[in-house]
């Protein structure tokens, strides 16, 4: 089924300006008495055989997953549902959604290792919450050739197929912070086209 999604497809404000804003103050704790928890993460990625490495640390949040929802849910899911609605595409199951936040440091970016979310077929959307560097790096098969990379964007987001082995790389400018969703589509074949 997800085979026959394209590789992937990039798009920028699909997500209504004041959503974008509210996200973006929400995760960087710009509210009185309204902002996201974020949690110590030794590894961003969640790959347990990985070696120690000081760029996959940064910080993070699950929002919804397995016997997990969390009191900002509906805040954090509406993006997604923007997004798939104007791309035509219907969720069958929504796996998990997490919020990440890799912390600028150094001068230069560091790409983490490359990884796919799922051990089985799914999508994955990544919402990008505020302009940045720490592009997000997609690979072609084996890991080591990169096929296309996602510089962070306030508004932006790319949809993939969850097959893709992909990576973060660290941020010198300021904070990067991002959506991950994990779902199943209902639709064999959604009509979106590559934004390059």
Same mark, same amino acid.
């Given at each position: 089924?997800?085979?026959?999604?394209?590789?992937?497809?990039?798009?920028?404000?699909?997500?209504?300006?004041?959503?974008?804003?509210?996200?973006?103050?929400?995760?960087?704790?710009?509210?009185?008495?309204?902002?996201?928890?974020?949690?110590?993460?030794?590894?961003?990625?969640?790959?347990?055989?990985?070696?120690?490495?000081?760029?996959?640390?940064?910080?993070? *949040?699950?929002?919804?997953?397995?016997?997990?929802?969390?009191?900002?849910?509906?805040?954090?899911?509406?993006?997604?549902?923007?997004?798939? *609605?104007?791309?035509?595409?219907?969720?069958? *199951?929504?796996?998990?959604?997490?919020?990440?936040?890799?912390?600028?440091?150094?001068?230069?970016?560091? /790409?983490?290792?490359?990884?796919?979310?799922?051990?089985?077929?799914?999508?994955?959307?990544? %919402?990008?919450?505020?302009? /940045?560097?720490?592009?997000?790096?997609? %690979?072609?098969?084996?890991?080591?050739?990169?096929?296309?990379?996602?510089?962070?964007?306030?508004?932006?987001?790319?949809?993939?197929?969850?097959?893709?082995?992909?990576?973060?790389? /660290?941020?010198?400018?300021?904070?990067?912070?991002?959506?991950?969703?994990?779902?199943?589509?209902? *639709?064999?074949?959604?009509?979106?086209?590559?934004?390059?």
């Amino acid at each position: 089924m997800i085979k026959k999604y394209l590789p992937y497809s990039i798009h920028d404000d699909l997500v209504p300006l004041d959503l974008q804003d509210k996200l973006l103050n929400t995760v960087f704790c710009q509210y009185k008495n309204y902002h996201l928890p974020l949690h110590y993460r030794n590894n961003i990625t969640g790959l347990k055989n990985s070696k120690k490495n000081p760029f996959e640390e940064g910080f993070g *949040e699950t929002i919804y997953g397995k016997n997990n929802k969390h009191q900002h849910a509906g805040l954090f899911l509406s993006p997604l549902y923007s997004i798939t *609605e104007k791309l035509n595409i219907t969720i069958w *199951e929504l796996y998990n959604v997490r919020v990440f936040m890799l912390i600028a440091k150094g001068n230069k970016n560091i /790409t983490t290792y490359p990884h796919t979310d799922l051990p089985f077929p799914h999508l994955v959307c990544l %919402y990008y919450i505020n302009d /940045t560097d720490g592009d997000t790096v997609l %690979y072609g098969k084996g890991k080591k050739e990169e096929i296309y990379r996602v510089t962070p964007k306030k508004g932006r987001c790319i949809i993939f197929d969850g097959g893709i082995y992909h990576a973060s790389s /660290t941020p010198t400018l300021a904070n990067r912070a991002i959506i991950n969703y994990n779902f199943f589509p209902m *639709e064999d074949k959604p009509q979106f086209e590559i934004n390059k």
